[in-house]
Antibody, heavy 117, light 113 residues
Framework: QVLLQESGPGRVKPSETLSLTCAVS????????WHWIRQPPGKGLEWIGD???????NTNPSLQGRVTISPDTSKNQFSLRLISVTAADTAVYYC???????????WGRGTMVIVSS | DIVMTQSPDSLAVSLGERATINCKSS????????????LAWYQQRPGQPPELLIS???TRKSGVPDRFNGSGSGTDFSLTISSLRAEDVAVYFC?????????FGQGTKLEIK
């Protein structure tokens, strides 16, 4: 059974960098696509981007080049880095798996990140 | 970007009755070479991550009860719960995975009347 677990600081100061990690257990990241999605409190879902184990990634243009998503095959995990955060980046951040063109079949439990000084 | 619009925003249905949620995409998400609509439905209970219910517009994920049915093609899709149960109270999202950036509907909150 593949499980995903997000980790990272729960609070980040405005203008600083948000860094999260998604640990994958029960399966290898050296296949499929791995995604980050976020959900502001009480709101809908926003796709942030994805990465393949080779390092090839796609990110949402709405985030204006602030996002980097990277794999770490040695630790079987992948990471999210979001620079220059503002209060609008406050959200629950989820990682998820995608097989081929299928939708996201496995999600982490999510981690809440609050941007506040 | 493809805009996904759900209706209604909220819905109250009596136990045992039918619930229908609609989802419209701003452009077709049908991939003609394989005739697949890359449309998914998710269920999100309070405090939980979304759970995949249906992929390719109408294929239930293994273990999803058969009271959940998806239909539609091109730009217009629906999720129907044939006989509502208390555990179906949740927010439901549609998502297109045909084009990046992948986009979601705004969500439909389903409650018991």
């Amino acid at each position: 059974q593949v499980l995903l677990q997000e980790s990272g600081p729960g609070r980040v100061k405005p203008s600083e960098t948000l860094s999260l990690t998604c640990a994958v257990s029960g399966g290898s990241i050296s296949s499929h696509y791995w995604h980050w999605i976020r959900q502001p409190p009480g709101k809908g879902l926003e796709w942030i981007g994805d990465v393949y184990y080779s390092g090839r990634s796609n990110t949402n243009p709405s985030l204006q080049g602030r996002v980097t998503i990277s794999p770490d095959t040695s630790k079987n995990q992948f990471s999210l880095r979001l620079i220059s955060v503002t209060a609008a980046d406050t959200a629950v951040y989820y990682c998820a798996r995608q097989v081929d063109h299928d939708p996201f079949d496995i999600w982490g439990r999510g981690t809440m990140v609050i941007v506040s000084s | 970007d493809i805009v996904m619009t759900q209706s209604p925003d909220s819905l109250a249905v009596s136990l045992g009755e039918r619930a229908t949620i609609n989802c419209k995409s701003s452009q077709s998400i049908l991939y003609r070479p394989n005739n697949v609509n890359y449309l998914a439905w998710y269920q999100q209970r309070p405090g939980q991550p979304p759970e995949l219910l249906i992929s390719e517009a109408s294929t239930r994920k293994s273990g999803v009860p058969d009271r959940f049915n998806g239909s539609g093609s091109g730009t217009d899709f629906s999720l129907t719960i044939s006989s509502l149960r208390a555990e179906d109270v949740a927010v439901y999202f549609c998502q297109q995975c045909r084009f990046t950036p992948y986009t979601f509907g705004q969500g439909t909150k389903l409650e018991i009347k």
